[in-house]
Structure formats: structure tokens, C-alpha cells
């Protein structure tokens, strides 16, 4: 049996590779380290007639921190001769089971490049929650003023757009919701109601299905299905007088 890699993780995770000192098939996919399952190793502990047999495996106990373990990985697979000394070393003779458990380093080391990503990103979070909320701001205002102008009803659907745009380059669905619900009020304040009836009912089925994530949006959808309702009433109303 060739000589078999045990790797367990600081939560007892444990992934088992099989390696391979000569890589006669020359297949740079594997790199001469097979993934296997422990499926594998009691598939290959069966004897000659095919029968299994229940035996232990000789085994030897490494701690290794993650560290060392992250370039001892990378010279077994970038390098067969790493792997032959490995699998031939004296001190691992009779050994079928290497097993490598990871344990915390004694002094942790900083990544730079890493956290300059997540300063990036988070910098762009704050801008953006920052941006949403000064236009959340200007959109209420205009939206209050639509109620006399529809101008200014308009322009808070512009508004409700562009936050629209950043929902979806956010990759949010929830601000994307609500986004939408209130682009409705403004499609309401302007007359267009057959557009908003259909946005808030999208809407409505989307934030019961996601209920105990976001439990505002359901709240949201019955507040602006009534100032519809109320909108339609007024229409049926006006109908209703010009009819002689």
C-alpha cells in the first residue's frame, strides 16, 4: 500500500490523499497527490480472494501548525522528488498512515494583500451605505412633494432607479425590494397604478417567501397595497361623477 496522507483541521476535519512518488502517467492534473475517501483505504486493505478485511493501519501522529503545513503541501505538489523522500524516509518506515494534525501557530503572520482587499471592499460599503442613505433622504423628500406635483413624484422614481442600480451591483435582493416598492409609490403618485398593482404584488410574494429574514418588507408591501386601494377608490369615484 503506498503511503497515504491523513489531514485533520482544527475543527477534526479530515481529508485523506494518497501519494503517488513516481507519476508514471505524466498527468499534470494530479500532480502525483490523489484525493481519496476513507471508502478507498478500506477498499484497498481487502485481500487477495476480495474479502475485506478489518485491520489497522500503521500510522504516525505529526502536529503540524497551518503555516508549515500550507508549504509542505506545496512542495508535494509541485515536486516528485519532495514526494519519493517522503515516502522513503527512514524515519516513517513501516508507516501506511501519515496523519498531520493542524494545529494553531505559535505567532500568527499578517496578510497585507488580504487585508488591503478587505479594507477595499469594506471602504466601498461604508461609501455606499453612506450614498443610499442621502438618497433615501432626497427620494422621501421629493416623494412627500409628489403628493402636489407630479414633477417632483417623478423625480423621486429617478431617484428610487438609481438606488435600484446600486442594489443590483451590490448584489442585495432585499435592497433591491425595496427599491422597487419605492419606485411603486411614485408609479402610484403619477396615475400609473396597472404597473404599480404588478411590482408590489411581485414584491409581496418575495418578501413572504423570505419572511423571517427581512419581516419589514411584508409590512411595506400591505402599506403601499392600501394607498393603491385608496388610489383606485378616488378613480372610481371621479368615473362615477362624470358618468351623467
Not at 501548525?65 to 515516502?87: H, T, V
Amino acid at each position: 500500500m503506498q503511503l497515504i496522507l491523513c489531514v485533520s483541521d482544527y475543527w477534526r476535519k479530515r481529508d485523506y490523499y494518497q501519494l503517488n512518488p513516481e507519476d508514471s502517467n505524466n498527468n499534470k492534473l494530479s500532480y502525483g497527490i490523489n484525493v481519496i475517501t476513507k471508502n478507498v483505504i478500506r477498499e484497498n486493505t481487502a485481500n487477495a480472494s476480495g474479502q475485506r478485511q478489518c485491520r489497522t493501519l500503521r500510522r504516525t501522529l505529526i502536529c503540524i501548525d497551518g503555516i508549515a503545513f500550507y508549504y509542505l503541501l506545496k512542495e508535494l505538489l509541485n515536486f516528485k522528488e519532495y514526494r519519493q523522500i517522503l515516502c522513503t524516509h527512514p524515519a516513517l518506515k513501516d508507516t501506511q498512515l501519515l496523519w498531520l494534525q493542524i494545529i494553531p501557530p505559535a505567532k500568527d503572520i499578517i496578510d497585507y494583500r488580504w487585508n488591503r482587499m478587505l479594507a477595499r471592499k469594506l471602504w466601498e460599503k461604508i461609501e455606499t451605505d453612506y450614498l443610499m442613505s442621502w438618497l433615501s433622504t432626497l427620494g422621501g423628500g421629493y416623494s412627500a412633494l409628489g403628493e402636489q406635483f407630479s414633477e417632483c413624484a417623478q423625480v423621486a422614481g429617478k431617484i428610487s432607479r438609481k438606488q435600484l442600480l446600486i442594489g443590483i451591483q451590490l448584489g442585495d435582493p432585499f435592497l433591491q425590494s425595496r427599491c422597487l416598492l419605492y419606485y411603486s409609490i411614485s408609479l402610484i403618485q403619477t396615475g400609473r397604478l396597472r404597473t404599480a398593482k404588478y411590482i408590489i404584488r411581485s414584491q409581496y410574494a418575495f418578501a413572504r417567501a423570505n419572511e423571517e429574514t427581512d419581516s419589514r418588507l411584508v409590512k411595506m408591501c400591505k402599506g403601499i397595497w392600501l394607498r393603491l386601494q385608496y388610489e383606485y377608490s378616488l378613480r372610481l369615484q371621479k368615473r362615477g361623477k362624470a358618468v351623467p
